[in-house]
């Protein structure tokens, strides 16, 4: 919702789906990958001017209201696409597409390229759903 009004750049940590960066990409956008933690996603989001952004656990950080996770602004975010949109919540679930997500860690330190790692595996997987 937020970037079909205003389209532009999104964050959020290495623990998220590729939801957001999808709908990132359809809207015309970049996206960028953050270290967990708010904090890190908060200073991604200022270095790339981000519209908005999160974390894997579903925390909206929405930088037009404030530079902090706020579960409020992300319900009233949702809220308002679906009074606009007219939808019933099922029917407009249906209209992205499903995301598989295995939680595993690993250690990761500042040098690696983790952008760099993630165009291989997609380029090692491109020909998978």
């Given at each position: 919702y937020v970037l079909s009004k205003t389209p532009g750049n999104t964050v959020?940590?290495?623990?998220?789906?590729?939801?957001l960066r999808d709908?990132?990409?359809?809207?015309?956008?970049?996206?960028?990958?953050?270290?967990?933690?708010?904090?890190?996603v908060v200073e991604k989001m200022r270095e790339v001017n981000a519209v908005i952004g999160g974390e894997g656990?579903?925390?909206?950080?929405?930088?037009?209201s404030h530079n902090g996770r706020d579960?409020?602004?992300?319900?009233?975010?949702?809220?308002t696409h679906l009074a606009k949109s007219g939808l019933k919540c099922s029917e407009m679930r249906k209209q992205y597409p499903a995301y598989f997500m295995s939680k595993n860690?690993?250690?990761?330190?500042?040098?690696?390229?983790?952008?760099?790692i993630l165009v291989k595996i997609k380029e090692l997987y491109t020909s998978e759903k």
């Open positions: 959020s940590n290495l623990s998220s789906s590729r939801a709908v990132t990409a359809k809207h015309g956008g970049t996206y960028y990958a953050a270290a967990v933690g708010e904090v890190n656990n579903g925390g909206v950080i929405y930088p037009a579960a409020l602004v992300g319900v009233a975010l949702f809220l860690k690993i250690e990761l330190t500042p040098d690696i390229d983790v952008d760099g």
